[in-house]
């Protein structure tokens, strides 16, 4: 969402001159009549913004640091300590140099009169839609301190549920590493010392044989094809999923994957209801907060799925019915409790039932995910272990027969 830099003028004919969050200019003049004032000119901040960021460098602000920023400015607000106070206290305290910086801005902002809403829009990689669309709300409410919470609530279960996913996922990664580190040693040093015998007995070697001297010559002759190969394959990685198509593809990918299609599907179950729930207990209207929740989530589809449900549900459809077009993504349960939270008027409360639901769920899989993928590695090695092991030992055998 664009900030504008206007100028308005009141009913009375008093000028005033500001900034504000709005989709457009024609939303711009229905907020400002809403407060009095009509429109005069209006210039949209986004390009500024944009060259601010990218100045800045690539420097980010982790979900830990922006959780504790959240819950320290939560305490001094509610301690009754003013907001260029609080920010001065946690650009302090903060060693993120870059971060330093955004609370120092912000607070600069606040002294000239910018909202705090407004102040943080200008750093949405830092702040997401949902981080200052209810600061917003808070501001407009008077229930800043009660926000802030929902907030730092909000960032802390994000956390633990990214924390959970990603412990889970440095057991393999480091089985996968060893082994392969493991076989181009192998392969560099091994092979080709074997490759010399055999080619001195003058002996004829089997396909499988043939196949691994090979490689071990390519990887030996073109040491430096094969390093730019590991360095770049994150960059491709990255690109891909950077890529609209290839985002597209691997998402889609992902969910006909039959265990991690169901890991998938619930640790997005689990975005959805934790930014819902956040947001209408903070008081964002439905639409709103469907639309801001399709930021949150990591599936495309997932992402489709929120924004054709907003769509419906600002044409008056109940939010359960709309989502139940999308039962291949979200469950029977979430959209049978969803439905039971609407009946009974408490969307919000059953919303975070399901989040606490979802994230045990993720909990119970990724507790389990060593044992479950063990097994499956210790095939894969025992695999390519006998597979070398063959290939090298088979001319041996062949020697020994024929003396």
């Avoid at 959240?70 to 001094?76: F, G, S």
């Avoid at 633990?160 to 996968?176: D, E, H, T």
């Avoid at 560099?188 to 490759?195: A, D, E, I, N, T």
């Avoid at 071990?216 to 590991?230: K, R």
């Amino acid at each position: 969402m664009p900030t504008y830099n206007y100028i308005a003028k009141s009913f009375q004919g008093k000028k005033k001159k500001g900034k504000e969050l709005a989709k457009n200019k024609r939303d711009l003049a229905h907020l400002l009549k809403d407060k009095g004032f009509f429109l005069i000119s209006a210039e949209e901040e986004r390009r500024a913004t944009k060259k601010k960021t990218f100045s800045m460098g690539l420097k980010r602000v982790s979900l830990v640091q922006k959780l504790m920023m959240t819950r320290n400015l939560q305490v001094m607000v509610s301690a009754g300590v003013s907001l260029p106070k609080a920010l001065d206290v946690l650009s302090i305290q903060t060693k993120n140099k870059y971060f330093k910086k955004v609370l120092d801005g912000t607070k600069k902002d606040i002294i000239k009169g910018t909202a705090f809403s407004v102040a943080i829009a200008k750093y949405p990689k830092i702040f997401p839609e949902i981080y200052y669309s209810m600061v917003k709300v808070g501001e407009q409410t008077g229930k800043m301190e009660e926000i802030l919470g929902v907030l730092a609530l909000q960032l802390e279960r994000q956390h633990q549920l990214r924390s959970k996913v990603k412990g889970a996922m440095v057991y393999p990664a480091v089985i996968i590493g060893a082994m392969l580190l493991i076989g181009i040693v192998m392969l560099v040093k091994v092979v080709p010392q074997l490759s010399q015998t055999f080619e001195e007995l003058e002996i004829e070697l089997p396909v499988m044989t043939r196949f691994v001297i090979a490689l071990g010559n390519f990887f030996v002759s073109y040491w430096y094809i094969v390093i730019l190969f590991f360095l770049g394959t994150p960059f491709l990685f990255l690109s891909l999923v950077r890529n609209k198509k290839g985002k597209r593809f691997l998402d889609s990918f992902l969910l006909r994957v039959p265990f991690f299609s169901g890991l998938l599907k619930k640790i997005n179950c689990a975005y959805t209801c934790l930014s819902l729930s956040a947001m209408i207990n903070g008081g964002v209207p439905i639409v709103t907060a469907l639309k801001i929740s399709s930021n949150t989530v990591t599936n495309v589809y997932f992402k489709e799925a929120l924004i054709a449900s907003a769509e419906e549900v600002q044409k008056g459809k109940k939010l359960s019915i709309a989502m139940s077009a999308f039962s291949n993504l979200y469950s029977n349960l979430f959209l049978q409790m969803l439905r039971i939270g609407e009946e009974t008027g408490e969307t919000s409360k059953m919303l975070t039932k399901l989040a606490d639901f979802f994230e045990e769920q993720v909990n119970n899989i990724t507790k389990n995910l060593s044992s479950i993928i063990e097994p499956v590695l210790l095939l894969f090695i025992g695999a390519v272990v006998g597979f070398f092991a063959v290939s090298m030992i088979q001319p041996i055998y062949s020697i020994m027969e024929g003396m």
